[in-house]
């Protein structure tokens, strides 16, 4: 079975701030994709990254940056220097497998970001 | 890039009614698509997988007589919630893939709201 714990239900910072909002992953499978989604208000989901098991680099793009540990089954999301607009619930998730199936999400981080 | 369409956005129904949800790839073939369902405040839970001209695969749980999904072509897939009731009531989102395989990207639909009174 595979399971996404997103143990930060809601975070609140000030604008500016960084903050980094934390994903733990178990799966048995050696080969899986991790994913980081942005769901605004609206419900949408908007893609932010997809890694690889076998891809530890850290990857910034722009504000955003990614952490990703096997060693501790982590991939934690940073966003350096936070605006307003980023306020949102943020989702990880998780394939494994073959890739034929569906996501497995973590249960969200609410990420608020005052003026 | 890949681009999938959800519609309604947003329906209300009346207990007993049933209730359609289109989702359409609309530049490319969806091999597989996913059906998740959302309560408020919670995470996506994924209800049922289903590749096109086959019988859906249901989650543990999800009551596929309730639930009809058909994916009669490679671009469309429809969700029927049957004799709705107010425990129904959530937000219902697809997404789909071009492939099975591991290089192929997950695109979700803007999701549906349905309501149910």
């Known amino acids: 079975a595979q399971k996404v714990t997103q143990a930060q239900t809601e975070i609140s910072v000030v604008e500016k701030e960084d903050v980094t909002l934390d994903c733990v992953y178990e799966?048995?499978?050696?080969?899986?994709?991790l994913f980081w989604y942005k769901q605004p208000p609206s419900g949408e989901l908007v893609f932010l990254i997809r890694?690889?098991?076998?891809?530890?680099q850290n990857e910034i793009s722009g504000r955003y940056s990614w952490n990703f540990q096997k060693s501790t089954s982590s991939f934690n999301f940073t966003i350096t220097a936070s605006q307003v607009v980023d306020s949102a619930v943020y989702f990880c998730a998780l394939v494994g497998g073959g890739g034929a199936d569906g996501l497995t999400f973590g249960k969200g981080t609410h990420l608020i970001i005052q003026p | 890039g890949a681009v999938v369409s959800q519609h309604p956005s947003w329906v209300i129904c009346k207990s007993g009614t049933s209730v359609k949800i289109e989702c359409r790839s609309l530049?490319?073939?969806?091999?597989?698509m996913f059906w998740y369902r959302q309560f408020p405040k919670q995470s996506l839970m994924l209800m049922a997988t289903s590749n096109e001209g086959s019988k859906a695969t249901y989650e543990q749980g999800v009551e596929k007589d309730k639930f009809l999904i058909n994916h009669a072509s490679l671009t469309l897939s429809t969700l029927t919630v049957t004799s709705a009731h107010p425990e129904d009531s959530s937000f219902y989102i697809c997404?789909?893939?071009?492939?099975?395989?591991f290089g192929y990207g997950y695109t979700f639909g803007s999701g549906t709201r349905l309501t149910v009174v």
């Open positions: 997404s789909a893939r071009g492939g099975t395989g």
């Open positions: 530049d490319f073939q969806a091999t597989t």
């Open positions: 799966t048995r499978d050696t080969t899986y994709y």
């Open positions: 890694r690889n098991s076998f891809d530890e």
